[in-house]
């Protein structure tokens, strides 16, 4: 068993960068909205309440593209890209114990996929398991669901806040995430998270990692 992987410990070194890509996102979606509402308070000046009232009516559809769906497609595609990061670490990192210890079984021959299988194949194969049975892997799967979600069904669940699990009920155990739907009977609910969840997401991705460096490098 290697007592240090190259893998692990450069994504350490890696995703800082990820952080700062989402600081980096979030004062330019602030500044798109800023400039926008300096813009409109501008062009408000002078105008009396109907041609107000006018004026919002025209504007109100690119306000609500830039304070809201924009900021949406923003998270969604960074949390994909972060989770999708997080998954080839694994994935790298099996492979990197395949090399060094001559391990025949790869990680293509296991059942499954995603982290899923990536788990299955350091458990069973390797050995490590302290590392997941940890709240920091039990948040990862939840941030899968999350993932899966954005993925697949463009950010939207099935309204099922009842059964405890469905989608729906697991996504609401995530602090940060918003289920919204624009009518009471939609039979569906559209997903909303702000750079924070992403932000979150990427420190358990860092504290997994680092108990897992611990685990292996304790034996």
Known sequence: ????????????????????????????????L??????????????????????F????DHWI????????????????????YFEKVLN???????????????????????????????????GLEKAFCTPDWQAIKLLGVLRNSVAHRDGFVDYEPEP????????????GVELRREVMNQDDAQIFFDEKVVIEALSVFDSFIRNLIAEMENG
């Open 1 to 32: 068993m290697p007592r240090q992987s190259h893998v692990l410990y450069r994504s350490l070194w890696e995703l800082p960068t990820y952080v700062r890509h989402c600081m980096v996102s979030k004062q330019g979606l602030d500044e798109e």
């Open 92 to 126: 790298d990192f099996c492979g990197e114990f395949r090399d060094s210890d001559k391990i025949s079984l790869s990680l293509k021959d296991l059942h499954g996929q995603g982290i899923e299988r990536a788990r299955n194949y350091l458990v069973k194969v390797v």
């Open 65 to 84: 593209e830039t304070a809201e769906i924009l900021p949406r497609l923003q998270w969604y595609s960074q949390l994909m890209v972060a989770y999708g």
């Open 57 to 60: 009516r025209d504007i109100n």
């Open 164 to 175: 405890p699990k469905s989608t729906y009920s697991k996504l609401r155990k995530i602090k």
């Open 34 to 55: 800023r400039q926008l509402e300096d813009q409109m308070a501008e062009e408000m000046n002078g105008l009396n309440e109907f041609e107000q009232d006018a004026f």
